[in-house]
């Protein structure tokens, strides 16, 4: 059971916009920044948005991130074949004094 | 090129030892906190805890705290991760990941070792 709640699974078709939720508390996204990441199949998580909306170099803006009190995310816009891949969501925890994480979205591209 | 490169995949019996290794370049190793986190089927990513190699400060999890022990060699920018006995539910995929320079982010992870324990 992840500390962060995210829903299993999301889809388009080529071109659409998916939105993917990660749901936390005070102690985790209610006071700390937001990552996310994204896993292609047998590879490294790879960071797609750090403190909650911000890109890293190469990362294209049709990926974007936002946060809303104890709640963020992801929104992947025009869909393209190669976004299939796993999606995590990631944020310290005050009480926990650790990372935590959801438990992951498969985006599947129609 | 920031890299973390990991030991290879490991098959080991209960009750053995191991250590995986985690070495980093492209960037000042001593300088930035390394993280490691297991990844099993089905429950997600787990934090297991920090080092910053150049103390070495080492933080851990409560809950695996006692169970590993996390350490770092800053003359050949490696950092490890150490089990003295194994158990079956030890099997998992393991990363290590550099904390970024504002603490914010895990910004970059290494490839995954594989560690297997099975009688």
Request: net charge neutral.
């Amino acid at each position: 059971q992840s500390v962060l709640t995210q829903p299993p699974s999301a889809s388009g078709t080529p071109g659409q916009r998916v939105t993917i939720s990660c749901s936390g508390s005070s102690s985790n996204i209610g006071s700390n920044t937001v990552n996310w990441y994204q896993q292609l199949p047998g590879t490294a998580p790879k960071l797609l948005i750090y403190s909650n909306n911000q890109w890293p170099s190469g990362v294209p803006d049709r990926f974007s991130g936002s946060k809303s009190g104890t709640s963020a995310s992801l929104a992947i816009s025009g869909l393209q074949s190669e976004d299939e891949a796993d999606y995590y969501c990631a944020a310290w925890d005050d009480s926990l004094n650790g990372w935590v994480f959801g438990g992951g979205t498969k985006v599947t591209v129609l | 090129e920031v890299q973390l490169v990991q030991s290879g995949a490991e098959v080991k019996k209960p009750g053995e030892s191991l250590r995986i290794s985690c070495k980093g370049s492209g960037y000042t190793f001593t300088k930035y906190w390394i993280g490691w986190a297991r990844q099993m089927p089905g429950r997600g990513m787990e934090w297991m805890g920090i080092i910053y190699p150049s103390d070495p400060d080492t933080r851990y999890s409560p809950s695996f705290q006692g169970q590993v022990t996390i350490s770092a060699d800053k003359s050949i920018s490696t950092a490890y991760l150490q089990w003295s006995s194994l158990k079956a539910s030890d099997t998992g995929m393991y990363y290590c990941a550099r904390l970024d320079y504002g603490g914010d982010s895990l910004d970059y992870w290494g490839q995954g070792t594989l560690v297997t324990v099975s009688s």
